[in-house]
């Protein structure tokens, strides 16, 4: 075995530095989530629902622990970390969007975020990132459920199309 191929799959050695591809991945990641951030600031402001009010907020910390975690890692890579948009909130608290809309939008977010989670992880070659990665994509399926549970309570979630039962169809 090589020396270079000891470094990159050696635990008890430093650390291999950051590729390109794994710090796009970081800096989209963190990028999307002040977009988060703003839009869970915004949020908090116009829904007046305690139960959706809550859940808007974990978003908020999930998407605030995400974007301390890789600042944090860049730091420690001796790389400057990001520093957040220069977008605004207003002061507005008239929502609007109807409750509804905002848990089905926040649901379909989930999604997005698991795939793109899912594809830095695929991408990454250190196991501290793919350790996170795995990790991080579990609290946002967590996350995603309470949001989901709030729609099948209120009803606000149809059963999607189903495939024809071909045994039932058969038999009549």
């Avoid at 800096?27 to 977009?35: A, D, G, L, S, W």
């Avoid at 869970?40 to 809550?54: A, F, R, T």
């Avoid at 944090?72 to 507005?92: H, R």
Wanted: some cysteine.
């Amino acid at each position: 075995m090589c020396k270079k191929t000891i470094l990159y799959h050696s635990s008890r050695r430093k650390k291999r530095p950051l590729n390109a591809v794994e710090l796009t991945e970081i800096f989209f990641n963190i990028e999307r989530n002040y977009f988060a951030v703003l839009l869970c600031m915004g949020l908090l402001q116009v829904v007046k629902d305690k139960e959706i009010k809550n859940y808007i907020e974990n978003g908020m910390n999930l998407s605030e622990k995400q974007i301390n975690f890789f600042n944090d890692l860049l730091k420690k890579e001796d790389l400057l970390g990001t520093v957040p948009v220069s977008m605004e909130v207003t002061n507005s608290t008239v929502s609007p969007f109807s409750d509804k809309l905002i848990v089905a939008l926040f649901h379909f977010l989930n999604s997005i975020d698991v795939t793109l989670i899912g594809h830095a992880l695929s991408l990454s070659m250190r196991l501290d990132l793919t350790t996170y990665y795995s990790k991080l994509i579990g609290e946002i399926l967590t996350y995603a459920e309470k949001g989901f549970n709030i729609m099948v309570n209120r009803q606000w979630l149809e059963q999607p199309p189903q495939a024809p039962n071909r045994k039932a169809l058969k038999e009549m």
